[in-house]
């Protein structure tokens, strides 16, 4: 099913494929470390981080090594020959011999599909500029059914930069497999992109957009809350004129249901009040540690480790 496969965009992985994953990863968390320390032992990762990174890539590390396997790669591409103006295509070229799975993670929408195209050995996109960040999104579902018990009907808001956002969008079209009734909280300038509206419109998803938070806290499941972008703004003073527009406050979460849960793909910059942190609603912290056994799951499926 898996093996051999790239992990580009959500859109290419069914709702099939998705539960098995989240199931490979709910065995994997339960496994003593004793029977899982060599599932991928003689495995090489590539991880090329052409943006910066903190969960994605020590967690995509974190999770080879403890399933025996080796990584290779650079937290910074100005050591490399993508600083000479050496291609994407050509750098797959060369890593496709050094490594039995390449994660790439580029500033360019497109790039991580340009990467596995350039290869037989299995690409995962690790967030392609704006336009996805499946594996986050992986990890996201995951996290939303630990707390709900299940991913199917549940309402969830996405609040903050749904533009540049690459987590909701793949989150957006993962929902729309699930019968999930989607609430977008955004300024006018940041609003969902159109042709992802097109794609639930089209899918017959349930969705409205809002303008505050305390439009949707009592109606919703999970409260997605996102970072303003600002490394993808063209123009700074738009950038400055949102930069705080959604702050999370502990007084906001009074009518929400005591079962909602706040997520966040993190970096968090101001958009959750710390004070939040120690709510039974806040649940950010603990949906980055879900990344270690979804990622190990999304590595030994398509290593070809679990069948
Ligand atoms: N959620 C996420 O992608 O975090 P990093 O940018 O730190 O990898």
Do not use: W
Not at 127 to 144: E, K, R
Not at 252 to 281: F, G, W
Request: charged share 25%; glycine share 4%; aromatic share 6%.
């Amino acid at each position: 099913m898996f093996a051999g496969k790239s992990i580009i965009s959500i859109n290419e992985i069914s709702e099939l494929e998705i539960i098995k994953i989240l199931e490979t990863a709910k065995k994997l968390e339960e496994m003593p470390d004793s029977k899982k320390e060599k599932l991928l032992a003689d495995k090489v990762l590539a991880t090329l981080f052409f943006e910066p990174s903190t969960r994605t890539r020590l967690s995509f590390e974190s999770a080879m090594k403890r399933l025996g396997g080796k990584v290779i790669g650079f937290a910074d591409p100005k050591v490399t020959s993508a600083s000479k103006g050496e291609t994407v295509h050509d750098t797959i070229k060369m890593v496709e011999n050094y490594a039995d799975a390449i994660v790439i993670r580029h500033p360019l929408e497109g790039a991580a599909r340009v990467a596995s195209e350039a290869t037989a050995k299995p690409v995962i996109n690790a967030g392609d500029g704006a336009n996805q960040h499946p594996t986050q999104t992986l990890i996201d579902l995951y996290t939303i059914k630990k707390t709900q018990g299940k991913i199917s009907g549940l309402s969830v808001a996405m609040v903050g930069d749904l533009k540049y956002g690459r987590t909701v969008h793949s989150l957006a079209v993962a929902l729309s497999k699930f019968n999930c009734s989607l609430y977008f909280v955004a300024p006018e300038i940041l609003k969902m992109p159109l042709h992802i509206k097109a794609e639930l419109a089209e899918k017959g998803v349930e969705f409205a957009e809002y303008d505050e938070i305390i439009d949707v806290i009592d109606k919703v499941d999970i409260l997605y809350m996102t970072r303003i972008q600002k490394e993808r703004f063209p123009d700074p003073l738009d950038y400055e004129n949102v930069k705080s527009i959604y702050i999370l406050k502990k007084e906001m979460l009074k009518k929400a249901k005591p079962t909602m849960k706040i997520l966040h793909p993190l970096p968090r910059v101001n958009e959750i009040d710390m004070d939040v942190d120690s709510t039974p609603y806040a649940h950010y912290f603990q949906q980055a540690a879900n990344g270690i056994p979804v990622r190990q799951a999304i590595l030994s499926l398509v290593l070809g480790a679990i069948k």
